[in-house]
């Protein structure tokens, strides 16, 4: 049971350039979430979907954009990156809202 | 929205000793409230969790205790270990579809 999957773990960008931050998990989990966590601000939620199909913005949504086609899978993607989206990434999942949310292990994403 | 503040940002505690992190949080409609440990280089795993129903929780030396009239809660460690040493950060589960928000974290260090 591999769990939250993330890929990659660690990317440098240049800016402007685009990419999309990769994020499956195998417990058919309706609920999953993209943060970020950056020092002293915690973890920020980007995006959340509630099932295949369905997306809405959380706290932080400008610069970024996110799909669910499947279930299983919930990528992020940066459009045109900017120094101020260098931070570290989390991709979440749970079965419900109000249960445990799994983590990946993040993708530390470094924008020059 | 839901705001979920987190004190204190660092503590440190000599092995043995306890440790306390406090949390509170404006939403009176927020349900759930987990604990999440994150270890250096990884994504955060739930520790402990508690529902609105219950005042406190125990798991070993970990104990969650939750007061809802006041809108805080908080987490302590007993017999604290050099292997508590991680960031911690508490969430609450607002209303309508939004996922956990989370608090900035508290990095504990134990000390041996």
């Known amino acids: 049971n591999a769990g939250v999957t993330q890929t990659p773990k660690f990317q440098v960008l240049k800016t402007g350039q685009s990419m999309t931050l990769q994020c499956a998990q195998d417990?058919?989990?309706?609920?999953m979430s993209w943060y970020r966590q950056d020092p002293g601000m915690g973890l920020r939620l980007i995006h959340y979907s509630v099932g295949a199909g369905i997306t809405d913005q959380g706290e932080v949504p400008n610069g970024y954009n996110v799909s669910r086609s499947t279930t299983e899978d919930f990528p992020l993607r940066l459009l045109s990156a900017a120094p101020s989206q260098t931070s570290v990434y989390f991709c979440a999942s749970s079965y419900e809202r109000v249960t445990e949310a799994f983590f990946g292990q993040g993708t530390r994403l470094t924008v020059v | 929205g839901e705001n979920v503040e987190q004190h204190p940002s660092t503590l440190s505690v000599q092995e043995g000793d306890s440790a306390v992190i406090k949390c509170t949080y404006s939403d009176s409609a927020s349900n759930y409230f987990p604990w999440y440990k994150q270890e250096l280089g990884k994504g955060p795993q739930l520790i402990i969790d508690?529902?609105?129903?219950?005042g406190e929780k125990k798991d070993q030396r970990i104990a969650v205790t939750l007061n809802k009239t006041a809108k805080h809660f908080s987490l302590h460690i007993t017999e604290t270990q050099p292997e508590d040493s991680a960031v911690y950060f508490c969430a609450a589960s607002p209303s309508g579809n939004t996922p956990l928000v989370f608090g900035k974290g508290t990095r504990l260090s134990v000390i041996a």
């Open positions: 417990m058919n989990h309706e609920y």
């Open positions: 508690i529902r609105s129903n219950v």
